[in-house]
């Protein structure tokens, strides 16, 4: 049983270029999170994804955008990449009926993103 | 609104002595909490939850972890250290917010286990 896979693992950008991120849930789950890390920093909730709408939306400006796939996959666009987007970006999936009771997160290895 | 404070950024111990890291939240409704570990180049393990049961919770790998709602703390503890355990450890509350969880996560503990 796979569990949550992203791609790449590895990205390099320059300022002002834009990058999508890719993954795939573990199998059976239908609800994709996406997370910010900075080094040194816990992760950060960017918004979340359910039936192929975004649910909920932390504190990050519009330049971050997702989408869900009816295979619940999902890819995270960040547009006018800043210096500051440099980080960890982390997937978590989960089973959407999990989250009124308290979510249990699995997640992936993450992307390490790199703006110069 | 929500918050959780991570007492310690590091702690450090010696294998087979007691770990105990800790947590404090602030939550405006009974929260659920977890902790989730995470090794170098891995991504995020749950260790244990809290959603209103029992208040001292079992985890996985020895660890355990006691909510005490007076306190408003969920500290994480292991009575004995192994090296394996070395790791970024994470506390994270998480309370409903338009039918779903969104999960806050502290700053995290490294936890340093020495020979």
């Not at chain 1, 006018?80 to 970006?89: E, F, I, K, T």
């Amino acid at each position: 049983d796979a569990g949550v896979t992203q791609s790449p693992t590895h990205l390099i950008k320059t300022r002002g270029q834009q990058v999508t991120l890719r993954c795939s849930p573990k199998s059976g789950h239908d609800t994709v999170s996406w997370y910010q890390q900075a080094l040194g920093q816990g992760p950060q909730f960017i918004f979340q994804y359910y039936e192929e709408e975004e649910r909920q939306r932390g504190n990050f400006p519009d330049r971050f955008s997702g989408h869900q796939f009816p295979n619940y996959s999902s890819e995270l666009n960040v547009n006018a990449l800043l210096l500051g987007d440099s980080a960890l970006y982390l997937c978590a999936s989960s089973w959407g009926q999990e989250v009124y009771v308290g979510e249990k997160l699995f997640f992936g290895s993450g992307t390490q993103l790199s703006v110069l | 609104a929500q918050s959780v404070t991570q007492l310690d950024s590091h702690v450090s111990v010696s294998e087979g002595t007691p770990v105990l890291l800790r947590c404090n939240y602030s939550s405006s409704y009974s929260p659920s909490l977890f902790w989730y570990v995470q090794h170098p180049n891995k991504g995020l393990q749950l260790l244990l939850k809290y959603t209103s049961a029992a208040t001292l919770v079992k985890g996985i790998n020895g660890f355990e972890a006691e909510f005490k709602k007076s306190e408003t703390s969920f500290h994480l503890t292991k009575p004995s250290a192994h090296m394996s355990d070395a790791a970024e450890y994470f506390c994270v509350v998480s309370v409903p917010s338009g039918g779903s969880y969104i999960p806050t996560f502290g700053r995290g503990t490294s936890l340093i286990v020495h020979p």
